[in-house]
């Protein structure tokens, strides 16, 4: 079974529709995070979490909502969905502490908004 | 703010070559974690190896190497013995050893193309 799960892996929505992208982890990991990747511009940081009660805002957070509801479920939501925010969509956890621990990445998630 | 630059937007390599694909960054900082991830068709991001900044020894990990150049501020990946399976889109990243520092900077990413 994967360590990181994105659910659902694919989601075409219209626009004004609130749409929540879905991540879990076995890994026991601590730091979670949400990422946008769009043709061209690589990946960028949108939420990352400490734990469930320490959410801090990335590069990109504008129309973006995030919930920990447990240390191993970390929810992206869009409010209002609109066209631009067509990307693919990545969750990440790492274990916390000073080192080069890796981010271990979900599968993804496409979403395409109309 | 700290940047990453990959100046290939495409590679190719012949199977059992070797190809080096170049990463370029920029901080103020000394202490900082570099990484190169391969992201293949199923989009699915695969770390391949990684170094730390206080290490002057460069990387390795099988097949694939790094030339880590801190002073010119360079991080190429080197992978030798080319397989059709290393076909891939290749990101460099960057991460801040400061404390509370979580935000991994990516390059743009280089396709890499291996051919029969």
């Known amino acids: 079974d994967a360590d990181v799960t994105q659910t659902p892996r694919n989601r075409i929505t219209k626009t004004g529709k609130r749409i929540m992208l879905e991540c879990s982890q076995t890994?026991?990991?601590?730091?979670m995070y949400w990422y946008r990747q769009d043709p061209g511009l690589g990946l960028r940081l949108i939420y990352y979490?400490?734990?469930?009660?320490?959410?801090n805002k990335g590069e990109i957070s504008d129309g973006y909502s995030v919930s920990r509801q447990a240390q191993a479920k970390f929810s992206l939501s869009l409010e209002s969905a609109i066209p631009n925010q067509t990307a693919l969509y990545f969750c990440?956890?790492?274990?916390?502490?000073?080192?080069?621990?890796?981010?271990?990445f979900g599968p993804g998630t496409r979403l395409t908004v109309l | 703010a700290q940047t990453v630059t990959q100046s290939q937007p495409e590679m190719s390599v012949q199977e059992a070559e070797t190809v080096t694909l170049s990463c370029t960054y920029d901080?103020?900082?000394?202490?900082?974690?570099l990484f190169w991830y391969k992201q293949p068709p199923s989009r699915q991001m695969i770390l391949v190896i990684r170094?730390?900044?206080?290490?002057?020894q460069n990387a390795t990990e099988n097949r694939f190497s790094v030339n880590f150049q801190k002073a010119a501020k360079s991080f190429s990946l080197k992978i030798s013995d080319s397989q059709l399976g290393d076909a891939a889109m290749y990101f460099c990243?960057?991460?801040?050893?400061?404390?509370?520092?979580?935000?991994?900077?990516f390059g743009k990413g280089t396709k890499l193309t291996v051919n029969p």
């Open positions: 990440a956890t790492r274990t916390s502490g000073r080192g080069n621990n890796e981010q271990f």
């Open positions: 890994k026991g990991h601590d730091r």
């Open positions: 979490s400490f734990d469930v009660k320490d959410i």
């Open positions: 901080t103020s900082e000394s202490d900082y974690y």
């Open positions: 170094q730390e900044a206080y290490k002057q």
């Open positions: 990243a960057y991460r801040s050893a400061r404390a509370g520092s979580e935000k991994l900077v």
